[in-house]
């Protein structure tokens, strides 16, 4: 008669906090930002980081989680380009997998995914013309990756969306880029925001002997890369691989 009781006291935990259901389920060690991230009830959360420091898969673990957890719920993955936004997508694909085989996911993964069990839904939208993002409302969650890098006006056109939808969150994430925009503007501001400030030196996957090197070839690419400092764009050469970070190169219409 116990194990019940225990079980639903387990699951109850597992919904309030996503840090601990990523330790027992996914097996997932977070670092102590990622955990903090992860245990935030937070509505407005922004995220300045240095590379590969863990953000999307952190940020697709809370969105999992929500989803699990709250039936019926939408969140909104956004980042410049499709690719990018698809990318996140599949990192939540990896995460789902960890807990229900693949077929639980909807025909058409690769931007919408949704969980049979409880028809939450997963849309990963292109940021790179605000007319593609209308006509969602009510989200739980919206997360845009590499905010940096978007448009104002694509930003703009997402805030609507939480109007009716008082319990609903945001997370912005990037690295940093030019010293103005939405991203940087709300990062240097005062508003009511939970910032989150990660170097890549923090990280534990990443040696101080591979940092040191990427300081000795570029300085100032280090500093913006990795160290989360803006730049001013004057003295900055930006090479193809960051341009094509900025522009929607590619994407894909809904149906
Ligand atoms: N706590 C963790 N434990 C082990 N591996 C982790 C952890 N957090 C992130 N990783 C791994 O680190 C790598 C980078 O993670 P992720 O892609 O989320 O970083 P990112 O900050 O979004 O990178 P980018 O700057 O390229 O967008 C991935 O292989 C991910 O699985
Ligand atoms: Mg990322």
Redesign the pocket.
Known sequence: MSQPAIDLGRALAYGLDASLWARDVLD????PW?EKLLRSTASQLILN????????????TLAVHGAIFEPDSLTILIAPTQRQSIELAR?CIDVLQRIEPVEHLSEDAKTSIELKRNRSRIVALPGHDAKNIRGYSAPRLIVF??AAFAADAVYEALLPMLAASPEGRIAL?S?PFLNFGFFCEIWHGTGSWERYE?PSRD???ISPEWLEARRLEDPVTFER?YCCKFSSGADTWFPDELLDRMVADEYELFP
């Open positions: 997932f060690q977070p670092d990622q980081c240095g590379r590969q420091v863990g953000k999307s898969s952190t940020i697709a990192k990756d590499e994430l690295t990660v990280c534990p996957r890369e």
